[in-house]
């Protein structure tokens, strides 16, 4: 890829990783472990990240500083913090919640969404947080399926997505509230503070081994039916050291993931990772708002900010100049994940805040950072950048007699795969084993996404092997097509599908959301035919454009090309529980 040529230039020194390859060689588990969990490990993740720094320097320091949709603010200080999930964690114990027992959140970003999920880690329950914009059916299916026994809630969502289906959730033997009306308690529910106005501030932590499991987190639903990957409490370690290396955060930042706990990214990096490293949490309850969002980098001196291709894209839509004028002085380092981050919006970065962005790849399964573009490394704007100290990373093809060819050659496309053993690693899929033991070929674990790697290591993002669009022989990655499109100005966002076609197979369609105030009319489709034909070649380039207003999206904001080659060909339109809007 020409791409590959173009280097933004970072400058080694300062960061948490002067220099990447001497990081890779010292680094082993075994270390990091130790030095996560000290001479009395191993720990319980809560341990981790609240009381070891209840109980020493850290304790006034704050832990989480929350700011309410409507102008709200709460600090609460690592003691506090410790105090509050130690009694949430007693009101569990009394309600015989045990070891193993599911715990479901479904609350909004407010302080006893943190709360309530290290409380229940505390007692070794293993929580799921949900979004809380789902509607019933999915919250319903999620509950059965993580056969929740608890569900921490607000009143409010109770009444209006819970309560009906109730009757229908046998197993769900409590549901605490948090009051967020003035109308009277619901019939079988608690309320939550009440119950822990009465409980003690006192928790001990049983003994926790590292595969205890801590964390139910549901996949995307991308490519299909959302998949349940259960984590344990030793993912910490990685949370840890992943935070460190690949988003160069320190106690002494501020930290902004921007990402709800109902997906992974929100609480292995939104909670858990900093308050392990013991930094200042900021959690916005309100929902994406360009100017908002640039109000509390600037106001709340946030100097790491991870946030998602999705939002980035939106924020370009508003312009260069609503970036520049507030002043980011404490912002340092800005990291992006979960869909390719174009090489435009990496350098865009520089012109709004000063700052490149830095993309990274992980997965709901790999349950913390593998790949990325460090504070330290020179930069290749396209390329999720390079494997985490710790991590070995390899591109497989698989045969067919069920082994593995390992791809050596620069530029040549494979599957994404990781060696085992990493501690944030997945350790199955709920009530589908068999799906989990599918995913692993001997040592490695196969990502079901495409990528490259050039001459000097860097990978680049090909594609899911679902959207692999197979046309006149070719395979054909839709983030080349995509990225193509996007080069164009008149371009705001692209999907790339294939759609079956007598003579080639497949043909390569693009779904095209022009900029604001361009006009998606038949000239700017010659044009933009004529723009990709030209980057990419005839073979490769899309031979169809249709415009949209928007393109279908889950609510971790990723698209959904599954749906929209569905839409396209009159089929089924699968699972659709976590789009953003039908
Ligand atoms: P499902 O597995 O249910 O289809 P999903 O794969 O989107 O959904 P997640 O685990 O939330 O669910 O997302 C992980 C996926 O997101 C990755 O496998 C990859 O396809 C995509 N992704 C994440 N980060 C990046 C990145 N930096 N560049 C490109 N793709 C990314
Ligand atoms: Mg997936």
Request: hydrophobic share 45%; glycine share 10%.
């Amino acid at each position: 890829m020409s791409a590959a040529m173009d280097v933004l230039h970072q400058p080694p020194s300062g960061s948490n990783m002067p220099d990447y390859e001497q990081a890779r060689r010292s680094f082993s588990w075994a270390a990091e472990r130790a030095a996560v969990w000290g001479r009395n490990g191993p720990l319980n993740m809560a341990q981790v990240a609240v009381t070891r720094h209840a109980q020493g320097e850290g304790a006034d320091r704050i832990a989480l500083r929350w700011r309410g949709r409507t102008g709200d603010r709460l600090d609460l200080s690592y003691a506090a913090l410790e105090q509050a999930s130690n009694r949430l964690a007693n009101v569990l114990r009394a309600l015989t919640m045990g070891p193993g027992d599911g715990v479901f959140l479904l609350l909004g970003r407010i302080p006893m969404l943190h709360v309530a999920l290290l409380g229940a880690l505390k007692q070794r329950c293993v929580v799921t947080p949900l979004f809380s914009a789902f509607g019933p059916e999915p919250i319903a299916t999620r509950l059965r399926l993580g056969a929740a026994k608890l569900l921490v809630t607000s009143s409010s969502l109770y009444r209006r997505k819970v309560q009906a289906l109730r009757p229908a959730l046998p197993q769900l033997r409590h549901v605490l509230l948090v009051r967020d009306d003035d109308e009277p308690l619901p019939p079988s529910t608690h309320d939550v503070q009440a119950l822990m106005g009465a409980a003690g501030i006192d928790f001990a932590i049983a003994p926790t081994p590292p595969d205890t499991p801590a964390l139910l987190h549901f996949t995307s639903g991308t490519t299909g039916q959302p998949k349940g990957a259960l984590h344990v409490h030793e993912a910490i370690v990685g949370h840890c050291s992943s935070a460190r290396l690949a988003l160069d955060l320190r106690a002494d930042d501020v930290f902004w993931c921007t990402a709800d706990p109902g997906w992974v990214t929100g609480t292995s990096y939104g909670i858990l990772a900093p308050l392990a490293l013991g930094a200042t949490l900021l959690v916005d309850e309100a929902e994406f708002d360009v100017e908002r969002w640039y109000g509390l980098l600037e106001q709340e001196r946030v100097s790491v900010w991870y946030t998602a291709p999705t939002a980035v894209r939106m924020m370009m839509r508003a312009g260069t100049e609503a970036a520049r004028a507030h002043r980011f002085s404490a912002l340092r380092f800005i990291a992006s994940v979960g869909e390719p981050l174009h090489a435009q919006a990496v350098r865009w970065g520089l012109h709004a805040f000063g700052l490149p962005l830095h993309d990274n790849w992980w997965q709901t399964e790999t349950g913390g950072i593998m790949l990325a573009n460090f504070a330290s490394m020179d930069i290749r704007p396209g390329s999720m950048g390079k494997p985490l100290p710790g991590i070995e990373a390899a591109l497989v093809q698989r045969l067919p007699d069920g082994g593995l060819r390992t791809v050596e050659r620069a530029d040549e496309t494979g599957e994404l795969a990781l060696r085992r053993g990493w501690p944030s690693m997945f350790r199955t899929y709920l009530n589908e084993e068999e799906r989990y033991r599918r995913c692993f070929v001997g040592d490695w674990y196969l990502s079901g996404d495409l990528a490259r790697r050039d001459a000097d290591g860097y990978y680049w993002f090909v594609g899911r092997a679902d959207d692999m669009i197979k046309s006149a022989g070719h395979l054909i990655g839709p983030f080349e097509v995509e990225a193509a499109l996007m080069a164009h100005p008149a371009v705001q966002e692209a999907a790339v599908i294939g759609k079956p076609e007598p003579v080639l197979g497949e043909m390569v369609k693009a779904f095209v959301v022009p900029k604001a105030g361009v006009a998606g009319d038949e000239a700017l489709r010659r044009t933009l035919l004529g723009f990709a034909r030209q980057r990419l070649g005839a073979a490769v380039a899309p031979k169809e454009i249709d415009f949209a207003p928007s393109l279908p999206k889950t609510r971790s904001g990723k698209i959904l090309r599954r749906l929209l080659r569905a839409r396209e060909l009159g089929l089924p339109e699968g699972d659709t529980s976590t789009l953003e809007s039908p």
